[in-house]
Every structure is written in structure tokens, then in C-alpha cells.
């Protein structure tokens, strides 16, 4: 009997066994082949580096969060616990993992978008400049035609065909690009499925006809219908350069509002880290305050501790850094964000020297305000960026003609809020190594090669705002 109770259970053990090696094995096979995943980035991100700069920084932008995130030590820890059979760990390790994989898969869509996007937009661009030249040689033709007297005007024939021709190239290259750039999808006319033309394909034919007319009609020497045929060709021309104008600022509303709510998710992230270390520094200072001593060496373990959390928010601060500059246009946010990293910079360094003091509390507290405000700054125009999206076609209606300038990311009064916070706290910062430096020369002996750095980037920090300041002043009058 027990024989026959124990072959089973042999049986399902050696069963358990295999599977978990299979699964093990499985796991290893992915780990391995994540982490030549990692590599084969790298070498993308390399070697695009002066052919592609953007993909390049885009492609560090993954590897970047990859890093942050430890996936691949992550996988090898998990093929730990399988071997361990650790199945309820291993579960809940893998649906984390699963989660962060999805992440960075959307970042890779979203660098493939990035690089459709802008490619639309560059090939958009080049529309509107030769259909700018266009405009531009027709209304100068028009003012030729008014100008002339009637018998002259045969004359002016060779030109007209000119523009056409032009006109006739401009359009060929739209309809190949019609169906990879964003314009006017195609509609079809009706009893002619085979000859359906887009919005921006028939506009272009309109122009093309008014522009034999306005030939003929100078051949003729009929000067009031040549210029009417010519004013006619001109609307058109700028109701289809307003469309162009239109589908830019579109993209460009996609891009912004994409990068801002990178923004938000990374900033929301710091804040968090930023203050769990902040509250831990506080544990650790009321510790070493109070009546009974502490242990030392748990004392020094814990600030190391928390000295590789705040590297982990320096990390995550340049990588934001690299999202902002490639914008370009929130300098202000750029300047604070460069601040609050000398910021966690230095409580780094003082939470690596175990010093716990209120001095380390309060350069805390100033990143956290930092980066509350870079948050509710960055919030606020996703806020407006969404309600521009929604009531796009309104303003449109209400403002007449288009507007080719981009939106900045950040707006004009959020800038000016954070250069007052910068400038509060490079005062205070001021007040503080003034009263240090006091206090260090009460003693003969001290050394005051360590303010150097801190002063020198404490002026820097000043002439970046008053050079700020000037550009958005000067940005403003423009």
C-alpha cells in the first residue's frame, strides 16, 4: 500500500520538478535574449548618432528607462526564484516585469511615430515654402498684369506658364505623398470611383485650370479677366497654404502634448522618490537627535541607502533633462531642473558623509518644491494643450488666418512663475553659504576650498536666469 501511495507521489514530484526546470530554462532563454536586446539598441542608438540624431536620443531614452528599471537583473532574479521554486514570487515578479515591458514597448512605438511625425512635418514644410514661392510669383505676376497696357500683355503669357508648370510639379509630388502624410484623406466623386481626387488634389486642379485661363486670357490681351483669373488663383493658393499651415500646428500639438505627458509621468515619479527620501532623512535626523544614541553602523547603512535612491532621481533628472532640450523652448524649466539636480546632488554627497542635519532637510524640502512646481507647471499645460486640441477648429472659425508659429511647452507665466521660485531659492542658497562660510572662518584652520564649487555654480545659476529673463523679454517684444 505504501508503495502504491509513494510511486504516485514520486511520480507528480518528478513531474513538479521537470516543469519548474523547463520553466527556468525558459526564462533564462528570454533574460538572455533581453538582454542582446539591450545591446542591439545600443548599437542602433551608436551608430545613428550622426545620421539620425534624433532616433539615436530617442533609442537612449529606452535603453535609459530600461536601465532605471533593472529588467535584465530583474529576469535573472527571476530565473533564481523558478529554480528555487518560488512560484508565488516568481508570479508576481513576472506580471511587474510584464508591466514595465509594455512600457518601454510603447516608448519604441513611440520613437517609430516620433520619426513619422517628423518626417510629416519636414515634408510639410517643404510644401509650404515652394507653394509660398508660388503664391509669391503669382502676386507678382497679378501686379504685372495691372501694370501693363493691354497690347503688352501676350508677353506675360510665357510666365504665367511658368508658375504653371510649377504648380503642375508641386502637385505631383503631393499626390505621392498623400498617403503617408496627414492631409485630406481621398473622397470619391460621384459615378467616378476611378478618378476620385482628394480635397488637396482638387484644389490643385482648380489652380492648374485658373491658371490656363489666366494664359489665354493674356494671349487675348483681356486684362480685366486675366486678372481676375490670377486673384482667383491666389485664394485658392492661400486657402491651401492655411490647410498646410493647419496640419503642422496639428502634429506639433501631438508632439507637445506626447512630451508632456512624458513629463508629467517622469516628474510624478521623482516627486514621490524625492520625498520618501525626505521623510526617511527626517526618521534618521530625529534618531540621531534624540535621547538615546543610535547605532552608528545602521545609521551609516541607511544614509547609503538612501544616498543610492537620490542617484536613482539625479538619473531620472537627466534623462528629463535630454526630453526637455530637445523641445527647446522651456528654458525656464530646463534652468530649475538643472538647479534641483546640483540640489540632489549635494544631498547625495551629504547623506554619503551621514550628514543628518537640518541644513540636508531643507535642500530636500527645496528640491521637493522644485519639482511639485515643475509638476503643476507641466499638468497646467496638458490641461491647455488638451483644450486647444478640443476647441481647435472653433479658434480657427474665430481667428481667421492661420498661424504657422509652434506652441512653446511650456507657457509664457508658468516660465515666469519658476525664474521667481529660481531666484527664491538662489537667494536663499545665498543666505545659507554666507552664514556657513561666517561660521568657517570663526576658525583659523578651516578649509574654504569647499564652497568654491557650490559659489561658482550658485553665480552660474544666477546669470542663467538674468540671460532668461532677457531672451523671454526680448521673445515677448518680437
Known amino acids: 500500500m505504501f508503495r502504491r501511495f509513494l510511486a504516485p507521489g514520486l511520480m ?6 521537470l516543469q519548474a526546470q523547463e ?47 533593472l529588467l535584465v537583473q530583474r529576469l535573472e532574479t527571476l530565473v533564481s526564484a523558478l529554480e528555487r521554486r518560488q512560484f508565488s514570487d516568481a508570479v508576481s515578479s513576472q506580471s511587474q516585469i510584464e508591466q514595465d515591458l509594455i512600457i518601454l514597448l510603447k516608448m519604441l512605438e513611440n520613437v517609430n511615430r516620433d520619426e513619422q511625425r517628423e518626417k510629416e512635418k519636414e515634408q510639410i514644410k517643404e510644401f509650404l515654402r515652394d507653394l509660398e514661392e508660388i503664391l509669391y510669383s503669382e502676386r507678382a505676376l497679378r501686379n504685372q498684369t495691372r501694370q501693363q497696357e493691354p497690347q503688352n500683355l501676350p508677353r506675360l503669357e510665357e510666365n504665367q506658364r511658368n508658375i504653371r508648370i510649377r504648380t503642375q510639379s508641386l502637385r505631383d509630388r503631393i499626390a505621392e505623398h498623400e498617403g503617408t502624410l496627414p492631409l485630406d484623406g481621398p473622397e470619391q466623386e460621384q459615378n467616378q470611383p476611378q478618378q476620385y481626387q482628394s480635397p488637396t488634389q482638387r484644389s490643385l486642379r482648380n489652380v492648374l485650370e485658373r491658371m490656363k485661363q489666366a494664359e489665354q486670357r493674356l494671349k487675348q490681351a483681356e486684362k480685366e479677366e486675366a486678372i481676375e483669373e490670377q486673384e482667383e488663383v491666389m485664394a485658392e493658393l492661400q486657402r491651401l497654404k492655411e490647410e498646410l499651415e493647419k496640419i503642422l500646428r496639428q502634429l506639433r500639438e501631438e508632439e507637445l502634448l506626447q512630451t508632456l505627458e512624458k513629463l508629467e509621468e517622469r516628474f510624478k515619479r521623482m516627486l514621490q522618490q524625492e520625498q520618501t527620501i525626505r521623510s526617511q532623512t527626517e526618521m534618521l535626523f530625529n534618531e540621531l537627535t534624540g535621547e538615546s544614541a543610535p547605532d552608528q553602523r545602521q545609521t551609516k547603512i541607511r544614509a547609503d541607502r538612501l544616498a543610492k535612491e537620490q542617484q536613482s532621481v539625479i538619473e531620472d533628472a537627466e534623462a528629463t533633462l535630454l526630453l526637455l532640450r530637445e523641445d527647446g523652448t522651456a528654458q525656464a524649466m530646463v534652468e530649475s531642473l538643472l538647479q534641483a539636480r546640483f540640489d540632489m546632488s549635494e544631498v547625495k554627497s551629504r547623506l554619503e558623509q ?22 503643476e507647471s507641466v499638468q497646467s499645460a496638458i490641461k491647455e494643450a488638451r483644450e486647444r486640441r478640443e476647441n481647435q477648429q472653433q479658434q480657427q472659425q474665430q481667428q481667421g488666418e492661420s498661424k504657422t508659429g509652434e506652441e512653446p511647452l511650456i507657457q509664457l507665466l508658468a516660465e515666469l512663475r ?50 532668461i529673463l532677457h531672451e523671454l523679454r526680448i521673445g515677448k517684444t518680437q
Open 418 to 467: 519658476m525664474i521667481r521660485s529660481m531666484q527664491r531659492r538662489v537667494n536663499e542658497r545665498t543666505g545659507r553659504y554666507d552664514s556657513e562660510i561666517k561660521q568657517a572662518l570663526k576658525n583659523p584652520d578651516a578649509d574654504l576650498s569647499s564652497f568654491k564649487q557650490a559659489v561658482e555654480e550658485l553665480a552660474r545659476q544666477q546669470n542663467r536666469i538674468s540671460r
Open 23 to 69: 520553466l527556468s530554462d525558459k526564462q533564462r532563454s528570454l533574460a538572455g535574449r533581453y538582454d542582446q536586446l539591450e545591446r542591439v539598441l545600443l548599437r542602433l542608438a551608436e551608430s545613428s548618432a550622426h545620421s539620425n540624431p534624433r532616433q539615436a536620443t530617442l533609442l537612449k531614452k529606452v535603453l535609459l528607462e530600461s536601465k532605471d528599471k
Open 354 to 375: 551621514t550628514t543628518l542635519d537640518t541644513i540636508t532637510l531643507r535642500i530636500e524640502e527645496a528640491v521637493i518644491d522644485a519639482l511639485r512646481e515643475m509638476l
Open 12 to 17: 507528480i514530484f518528478f513531474g513538479i520538478s
